[in-house]
């Protein structure tokens, strides 16, 4: 496929906006972008993988951004690092898992479980159903998170994010936290979607991962000026918003797509 200037400059700015919502909110990119773009007629073939190295990438600069800014603390063996990494450790292996069964089953069910998932936690940060923080509770988000990502390409910022928030944890430590495990998260799955045969067009992922290295500085500045409580509720209303998404892409006849 041939990819003009003005078409990459336009994939690259979609990119930004975007990843600053994710990298600013712990949500967004891969959940919105990838049905955008499907949409818009790129084949998903290609779009899968680029969307998954440029959020790894975009995630590289917000984590960065979020440990700079202080709205979560990467530097050594800390609380928020132990939280990153206890959805990050089972995660890979539930991407494994994920990218398994994600051959068996039919992409209708894929997307019906990741969207109603969703929709839950988003009511559940909205509407709060808090629990007693505990590190197995932790990896267990993470499981679900990773075997989500790997599963439907999108859904893992919803759950992580939420999650996190119904257990006690800090809002902007939560969104923090939940860009620094996209990061191997999305590698991970990119190198399993190219050696399980995966497509790829370098220009249309260079465009995506411009905008996303872009969106990444921008968005945890938003996050270090946001008020917790209403960081909560926008990340449980955007949770809800593209839990709606999944689900209005595979009932247009509701008429909410």
């Known amino acids: 496929m041939d990819f003009g200037l003005v078409s990459l400059a336009l994939v690259a700015g979609m990119a930004v906006v975007m990843e600053i919502i994710d990298s600013g909110l712990g949500m967004m990119y891969g959940t919105l972008l990838s ?3 499907i949409l818009m007629g790129y084949d998903p073939k290609l779009v899968v993988p680029a969307i998954l190295i440029s959020q ?3 995630g590289a600069a917000g984590s960065i951004g979020h440990h700079l800014r ?3 603390d990467f530097s050594g063996l800390t609380r928020d690092m132990k939280i990153s990494l206890a959805i990050i450790i089972p995660g890979i292996a539930a991407c494994i898992l ?3 069964i994600g051959q ?3 992409k209708f069910y894929m997307k019906l479980y990741i969207g109603v998932l969703v929709v839950i936690m988003g009511w559940l940060c909205l509407k709060p159903v808090y629990y007693d923080f505990t590190w197995k509770k932790m990896w267990g988000i993470g499981l679900l998170s990773g075997f989500n990502k790997a599963l439907s390409g999108g859904g893992f910022g919803p759950v992580t ?3 996190k928030i119904l257990g006690g944890v800090d809002p902007k430590v939560s969104v923090g936290t939940t860009t620094l495990a996209e990061v191997p998260i999305c590698l991970i799955s990119f190198v399993t979607w190219l050696i399980l045969g995966g497509k790829i067009s370098w220009a249309f992922p260079a465009a995506l991962c ?4 872009i969106g990444g500085y921008i968005g945890p500045i938003l996050t270090a000026r946001m ?5 909560k509720m926008i990340v449980g209303f955007l949770a809800v918003l593209s839990g709606a998404w999944l689900l209005a892409d595979l009932f247009p006849g509701l008429g909410m797509g």
Do not use: H, M, R, V
């Open 227 to 231: 008020n917790t409580g209403k960081l």
């Open 56 to 58: 790894a990438l975009g």
């Open 161 to 163: 994010s939420t999650g």
């Open 35 to 37: 049905p955008i773009l």
């Open 98 to 100: 994920g990218a398994y």
């Open 210 to 213: 411009a905008g996303a290295l």
């Open 104 to 106: 068996l089953i039919p």
């Open 70 to 72: 202080k709205n979560s």
